[in-house]
């Protein structure tokens, strides 16, 4: 049957139609997996298994990735603070010797 000849069916005949399209799509389907071998369906369980453990193993590569690099970088701000507070203390300390000794101290880096 061809889409033009749908026009005249009623609702009851269509619904029947789709019925034995659902029930042919599944024989076919049936069939196919029978020529396939007996292990067809065991193949694509584990097939899906092995899909989603490596999706699962992915995202916890990422995860501990992104974990490594968040702590890396947060060391990175404590050591910036840290250099940035003794750098203020030598600076002060050096004003000081300045003002106490009446030398003038000049540090080249």
Known sequence: M?????????????QHLEKQLSEGILAVKDRKNNLQGPGYRYRVLLALFISF???????????QKAMMENEILRKQVVNTRLWSSEER?????????????????????
């Open 2 to 14: 061809k889409g033009k000849e749908l026009d005249g069916l009623s609702l009851k005949e269509l």
């Open 53 to 63: 453990s490596f999706h699962n193993t992915a995202s916890k590569e990422l995860e």
């Open 89 to 109: 203390m030598e600076n002060r300390t050096l004003q000081r010797l300045r003002e106490s000794s009446g030398f003038t101290v000049t540090f080249l880096y």
